[in-house]
């Protein structure tokens, strides 16, 4: 069995109820965090999931969003490693090595007050970064992940994960139109985790800014329709734009029904749509 845990169903836009996109991926012993979002750490923790317990972290692409809080995980799952010292694994497209490295150096100084402070703290974060754009990963562990690239232009490359664990299986798209890659990654899977957008909504705001990300989301009916072809069980969509009220605001049901009927025109499967820290078994 994987279980899917939506930690920040949110978007680059700030919301009081919504961290920003993480999705955390657990099978057997392992947990994996896909993302890592504003927030993330506190959604983590309210998964039941401590820093130090991940597997791997694993990147879709390196729009800030889905990479604002990637420093408070790397300090994170260093300094609350009491007992083993162990390197944290990153895994991301091209940009990923860089990336982490810059974040490091904007750690440099905080780094060396803790080791300066800490007796029992020898050495500074260690972090082993795998860049990949195709293909299996090989990280020695129970759950086989492979990937395939997506189409999220300008920002390239991106790529999408596929958890492989038992019986199931579920791929985690991150945002993408809809492209060949990711219906072969998808293909004979479970499960879809998929970020969206509402184009109807978002096409018709008088706001060139806004306007500007309907080329590269896919829409509701467009992650439908991926699921669909690949002929899964679920498809589950995260990464709400706009926000979906909260599940105490009155309006909650409408839209989350909304979203549900333009899904279910697309796809037959179940569709799961909610707030941060739903959990879905597979
Ligand atoms: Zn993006
Ligand atoms: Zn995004």
Request: hydrophobic share 40%.
């Amino acid at each position: 069995m994987i279980d899917v845990t939506l930690l920040g169903t949110g978007s680059p836009i700030p919301d009081p109820h919504r961290a920003g996109p993480s999705t955390l991926v657990q099978a057997g012993d392992e947990n994996y965090l896909v993302d890592a979002g504003r927030g993330v750490l506190m959604r983590l923790a309210g998964a039941g999931c401590a820093p130090t317990m991940l597997t791997a972290v694993l990147l879709t692409h390196l729009h800030s969003d889905h990479i604002t809080d990637l420093n408070d995980v790397i300090t994170s799952s260093w300094a609350l490693n009491m007992d083993d010292p162990k390197p944290l694994r990153i895994v991301g497209p091209e940009g990923t090595k860089e990336t982490v490295a810059r974040i490091l150096h904007f750690l440099d100084l905080d780094i060396g007050y803790r080791l300066a402070h800490h007796d029992d703290l020898n050495e500074p974060p260690q972090v082993e970064v795998t860049e990949i754009t195709k293909g299996s990963l090989d990280l020695s562990t129970a759950v086989s992940i492979s990937t395939a690239p997506t189409d999220h232009r300008p920002v390239d490359p991106t790529i999408a994960f596929r958890f492989d664990y038992q019986e199931s299986s579920v791929v985690v798209a991150g945002d993408t139109i809809p492209c060949t890659d990711l219906d072969q990654l998808c293909n004979g899977a479970k499960a879809l985790v998929h970020t969206a957008i509402r184009k109807d909504i978002i096409e018709t705001l008088p706001l060139q800014r806004a306007k500007d990300i309907l080329n590269y989301h896919s829409s509701v009916e467009e992650a439908a329709e991926t699921a669909q072809r690949a002929g899964m069980e679920t498809l589950i969509l995260t990464h709400y734009v706009p926000g979906i009220p909260p599940a105490e605001n009155e309006f909650h049901e409408l839209v989350v029904q909304q979203w549900r009927d333009r899904a279910a025109e697309y796809f037959s499967g179940k569709v799961e749509i909610g707030d941060d820290l739903l959990k879905i078994s597979l």
